[in-house]
Structure formats: C-alpha cells, structure tokens
C-alpha cells in the first residue's frame, strides 16, 4: 500500500512542480516567504481524487486541532493522514509536532501518515534522503535536527523528494542558482497511536 501512496503522492508533488514552472505565486525575487502550504495539499488532493479517493482538507481531530488533508479510497477505508509544512527550518519544531502527533496521538485507524514540506537547501534534501543521516544536516546543530532524526528511524519513514523549479526555471526570471524541493516520509502510523 506504500508504494501506491508514494506513487499517487508523487504524481501530486509533480502537478505542483508543474504549475511552479508555470507561474511563481509570490513576487518575483522574494526569497524570504515561501508558498503557502494550501499549494501543497490541493495538489496533493487533486491526485488522490483523480485515483478515487475520497479527501478532506484541515480534517478536525479535536476542538483545536486539525490534519491538512485526509485521503482514503471507498474499497480500502485505510487513512492517510498528510501534514505539509511550507519551509523546513532549523527554529520551527512545527514539522516535529506535526510528526509526533502522527505517530502517537492519531485517532483515525488504520492509517498511513505522511509528512510533506519545502526546503531550499541542498544539505537539508541530502540529510532527508540519506538512509544513514546523521543527528543534523550538514551546518545544523539543534535539538529539534536531532528530534527529528529520531522521528524518521523510529517510524521507518520511506523517504523522497521532488524537485520544484521557479518560475520559468531561467536567469531571465530570477531563478538562477534557484534550489527547491519538497521532501516528504511516509509512514505507517504504529496501532498504539490510536
């Protein structure tokens, strides 16, 4: 069941990838935002509906909290539970908050979790990937590399990423040196969870 969410998650990451190519939703240059989230999960909801699907943007789980998007196929009644974070940054620990909550508070069953968000540093996507990542990426020194780290082994994550290009991808269009990538682990969330 992995490897078809992957395949489907994949597939939304590219229309993403795509529409990027098309147009840069901020203005030209701005490298200080990022794109809002929301462009992660309806790229991600548009691919799981075209495969049948069922999907569910800010999915309640309580009074305050909430998944960003809830996919499952009528034939399968399996949960995917996806939290996309638009920059993965060392002082945000929202990427681990949202990991944790996955892993051990996650009322849906049974159910798949996935983590998706964005990063513009090379050193961050190869850490990612890395099967054999150390504590931190390349330059990073925190507790919450660390904490997440951890979080990747202990749910045994497959982990991807997808590359994002600007607008036009070109020098005429301030992209040049441009890096971006979404990065994203799926995982299946453990039964003490629910």
């Known amino acids: 069941m992995l490897n078809k969410v992957e395949r489907v998650l994949r ?7 795509d529409s990027l190519f098309q147009e840069w939703p901020l203005p030209d ?4 935002n990022e794109i809002a989230e929301a462009n992660l999960t309806i790229h991600l909801a548009h691919a799981f509906l075209n495969q049948d699907y069922c999907a569910f943007a800010e999915n309640r789980t309580g009074a305050n909290e909430h998944y960003d998007l ?8 399996e949960y995917l539970i ?4 638009r920059f993965l940054k060392q002082d945000d620990s929202g990427l681990n908050s949202d990991f944790d909550r996955l892993l051990n508070r996650c009322p849906l069953s049974p159910a798949i979790g996935c ?8 050193a961050i996507r190869d850490w990612w990937q890395d099967p054999h990542r150390a504590v931190a990426p390349d330059g990073k020194r ?5 904490e997440l780290a951890g979080l990747l082994q202990e749910s045994g994550s497959t982990v991807g990423h997808v590359p994002l290009p600007h607008h036009g991808d070109s020098a ?19 039964k003490k969870a629910r």
Not at 29 to 32: L, S, Y
Not at 70 to 77: A, E, G, L, R, Y
Not at 142 to 146: G, L, N, V
């Open 29 to 32: 240059g701005d490298t200080k």
């Open 142 to 146: 925190s507790a919450r590399w660390e």
């Open 115 to 122: 983590v998706v968000c964005l990063t513009r540093e090379k």
């Open 172 to 190: 005429a269009h301030g992209s040049e040196g441009f890096f971006q990538e979404a990065l994203y682990a799926i995982f299946h969330v453990p």
């Open 11 to 17: 597939r939304g990451l590219y229309s993403l990838s």
């Open 70 to 77: 809830v996919v499952f196929h009528p034939d399968h009644k």
């Open 82 to 85: 996806i939290e996309a974070k």
